[in-house]
C-alpha cells in the first residue's frame, strides 16, 4: 500500500519560508502529477500547484511567484518551496499523488495526512 507523509510545517513569521517535503512508501511504478492543496479553517479544500511528469507546473493565483512546486522522480519526493508567506497562506497542506503502483494497476490518487503552517507575528 502507497502511503504519503508531508514534513517541513510549522510557524513562520510573515515574509518568512518554509519547504515542505512529501515522502512516499510503498512499490511505486510512476509517479504521474504531484500536487499540493492546502485547507484553511472553515474553508474548502483549494489547490496551491501541481506538477505533472513532464515538469509542466500550475499555481494557484494567490501564490504564483512565492512559492515553488517542484519533484524528485529518483526518490518518488515531492516539495513545495513557499517563500514571502503571508497570514493567509495558514492552512493544513496536503500533499496528493497520481500514480500507477505496478505497470499493471490502474492510476490512483493518494493523499497524504496534512502538515499545519502557520503564518504569524
Known amino acids: 500500500q502507497v502511503q504519503l507523509v508531508e514534513s517541513g510545517g510549522g510557524l513562520v513569521q510573515p515574509g518568512g519560508s518554509l519547504r515542505l517535503s512529501c515522502a512516499t512508501s510503498g512499490s511505486i511504478f510512476r509517479i504521474y502529477t504531484w500536487a499540493w492543496y492546502r485547507q484553511a479553517p472553515g474553508k474548502q479544500r483549494e489547490l496551491v500547484a501541481s506538477?505533472?511528469?513532464?515538469?509542466?507546473?500550475n499555481y494557484a493565483d494567490s501564490v504564483k511567484g512565492r512559492f515553488t512546486i517542484s519533484r524528485d522522480n529518483a526518490k518518488n519526493m515531492g516539495y513545495l518551496q513557499m517563500n514571502s508567506l503571508k497570514p493567509e497562506d495558514t492552512a493544513v497542506y496536503y500533499c496528493?499523488?497520481?500514480?500507477?503502483?505496478?505497470?499493471?494497476?490502474?492510476?490512483?490518487?493518494?493523499w497524504g495526512q496534512g502538515t499545519q503552517v502557520t503564518v504569524s507575528s
Open positions: 506538477i505533472t511528469s513532464g515538469g509542466s507546473t
Open positions: 496528493n499523488a497520481d500514480l500507477k503502483h505496478t505497470i499493471i494497476a490502474e492510476r490512483n490518487n493518494y
